[in-house]
């Protein structure tokens, strides 16, 4: 078991059931009349969209969609940088069942935002957002095969032969790299190696012992809004026991952002605890106490013994 939980990326999008439903919906064409469900409509002429970007938009249907192919549309242009290759934003997002008129899914009731990265972790039905502004909402519309491949969705309540709408609010941008004022490091702090510029290990010689209390230190002090409770933070970061030869976890090698829950009881204390009100920019370096982190079971199987003293190097680089 890894030593944080990581959030998936829209894990429910990517699931698809080994199973095929059964066809309930029409599988795109026409607009004829669907026995039992009324007329239908072609894409966004079957519905209305409202409300503004980053709150939960207020989907009004008209009548039964009819897609096929995937096709994205923008229902409002942000004014932000644009999603690119090598970027990353958090976003929120809506999913509904063009053929009950339902909605599937929505991050905005699970009460959590999603890191999406332009490349390999970006879902294929999503890559008609690249390109687009953050800030901007997006429509987008296909069949259920197109979109999830062709089982449908049973997880959702998808099938087949359903038409979907994915509504796509890309809230705000993740920065690549911190950014902001550098700080003195403290006594307490390990040395923090790096490798290309990157963290890569602590060194802890002639370090004095970690005490009981949780510690913390802005090596770079952010200029951006502070995390707040309940936020989903996009992390670069690497943890290592105090004392110990190599990490235990990082992700600076892969490249591409976690995203992580904070104030919710998703991640240990020591996170939940340090992380709010920190700016989103920043580098912060942690010493957490076993209390704080994983007592005294620790977590043998990932390389963390029992009653360790945990030193984290994070870099903040999106909320939302």
């Known amino acids: 078991m890894l030593p944080l939980r990581r959030l998936a990326i829209v894990p429910a ?6 199973l095929t439903l059964t066809a309930c919906g029409s599988d795109g ?14 894409r966004l002429d079957a519905v209305t969209i409202s409300g503004d970007v980053g709150t939960a938009p207020e989907v009004k249907w008209k009548a039964s969609m009819d897609a096929g192919k995937l096709e994205t549309e923008t229902i409002t242009e942000g004014d ?53 502004p953050i800030g901007s909402r997006l429509a987008v519309t296909g069949s259920a095969d197109e979109i999830f491949g062709e089982a449908g969705n049973a997880q959702l309540g998808i099938g087949n032969k359903d038409s979907v709408l994915i509504v796509v609010d890309l809230v705000s941008p993740v920065l690549t790299a911190p950014d902001g004022k550098a700080q003195p490091a403290p006594d307490w702090m390990p040395k923090l190696n790096e490798t290309d510029g990157k963290p890569a290990s602590f ?23 502070r995390v707040k409770k309940g936020q989903t933070i996009a ?27 904070i104030g ?17 920019g920043s580098r912060v370096v942690l010493e957490i106490p076993p209390s704080l982190g994983y007592g005294e079971a620790g977590q043998p199987d990932s390389g963390i013994p029992a009653n360790a003293t945990l030193v984290f190097v994070i870099d903040v680089l999106g909320a939302a």
Not at 13 to 18: D, I, M, N, T, Y
Not at 29 to 42: I, L, M, N, R, S
Not at 97 to 107: D, L, P, V, Y
């Open 13 to 18: 999008l990517v699931s698809v059931c080994a």
């Open 29 to 42: 064409g026409d607009t004829e009349a669907v026995p039992g469900q009324g007329k239908t409509a072609d």
């Open 80 to 132: 932000g940088p644009d999603f690119g290759e090598g970027q990353a934003a958090m976003a929120q997002l809506w999913i509904g069942n063009g053929f009950s008129k339902q909605e599937a899914f929505s991050t905005y009731t699970e009460e959590r935002a999603e890191l999406l990265a332009v490349g390999d972790s970006l879902p294929e039905f999503l890559d008609g957002v690249e390109g687009a």
């Open 203 to 225: 060194s802890f010689d002639g370090v004095p012992q970690p005490t009981d209390d949780l510690r913390r230190v802005q090596l770079i002090q952010g200029t951006g809004d």
């Open 235 to 261: 992390v670069n970061y690497l943890g290592q026991a105090f004392g110990g030869d190599a990490p235990f976890d990082e992700n600076y090698s892969t490249g591409t952002p976690t995203a992580f829950g």
């Open 264 to 280: 919710t009881g998703q991640v240990i204390k020591g996170w939940d605890e340090a992380l709010k009100g920190v700016p989103i």
